[in-house]
Every structure is written in C-alpha cells, then in structure tokens.
C-alpha cells in the first residue's frame, strides 16, 4: 500500500496517481479547484480542507472528493463541493450550474465522516440587466414624488 501525504496548498486540485492507494491530508492541506480526484480504487484520509472550485458559467461545482472506482473517505476536517457557476443567457438557457457534490463514489465504498461534509449551492440564474437612461430615471423621480402614497397631498380642481 503506497502512501502520498498532502501538507500544502493545491488550488488547482490534486489528482492521486494510481500507483497510490492512500491519499493523507494533514490539517494543514487545502485542495480547492477541482477537488481530489481518483482514477484507482482509493482511501481518502482527510484532516485539513478539500474544497472543490465554482463552476463556470452555467456549470456544476466541483467536487469536493472524487473517487471514480469507489473506495474509502475517512473525514475529519471539511469537505465540501463547489458553487454551482451563475447562468449565461447562451448556456443552458440561463439556469445556473448546479452545486458540486461533497463526496463522490462512483462505484462500492465507505465514507467515515467524524466533522462536516456539505455540497455547494446552486448557482444564481441569469437575468438580463436592466438599462435605463438619465431621462428614464428623471420621469420615474418625478412620478414618485406626484403619487399620493409619497406623502404630498394631491392637487385638486374644483369645477362649478
């Protein structure tokens, strides 16, 4: 069992070679962007920070552990999955992305979770700005200060 030990910093992600079989995060290591990543069946043992990135425009968070053939997730540190990136008129009709899983296991495994493991949010919908002009805004000031709910009194005309 070949051991690899994270103390650092890793925001692009950390991808564990297959020659390894156990991944070690001291509470000092932070892995943002996107995430932990295993092609080989592996044990995840986390102490520090595993934060997957926002994602792009319209697109899902990142995870916050991936382990493709399955495995084992031992946590106690925090784990979480990225914000889901925030809606583009030409992407996926505006919806936002949706939020990264906390933990994925694509195939038989076991997460141990002794501190906090959360997903990202969603990101926001896209919505098209609002444009207005100097004269636009100069009418819509005036019509708030003329309307009886501003406080003035209206003006009347009597008519004999």
């Known amino acids: 069992m070949a051991f690899k030990i994270l103390t650092g910093t890793y925001n692009a992600g950390y991808t564990l070679s297959p020659t390894f079989s156990v991944l070690s995060i001291t509470s ?11 092609s080989a069946s592996a044990t995840v043992v986390n102490a520090g920070t595993l934060a997957g990135g926002t994602g792009g425009a319209g697109r899902a968070g990142a995870r916050g552990v991936d382990l493709a053939v399955g495995g084992r997730v031992n ?19 505006g919806m936002g992305g949706t939020g990264g899983a906390g933990v994925v296991l694509r195939a038989a495994g076991t997460v141990i979770n002794m501190a906090l493991v959360t997903g990202g949010g969603g990101g926001r919908e896209w919505s098209e700005p609002k444009l207005t002009t100097a004269a636009t805004a100069a009418r819509a000031a005036r019509a708030a200060r003329a309307s009886p709910s501003s406080g003035r ?5 009597m008519v004999r």
Not at 79 to 93: C, L, N, P, R
Not at 153 to 157: A, G, K, L, V, W
């Open 28 to 38: 000092t290591g932070l892995v943002g962007g996107t995430g932990v990543l295993a």
């Open 75 to 93: 946590n106690t540190g925090l784990i979480s999955g990225g914000v889901g990136g925030v809606g583009d008129a030409a992407i996926a009709s």
């Open 153 to 157: 009194r209206p003006s009347t005309t």
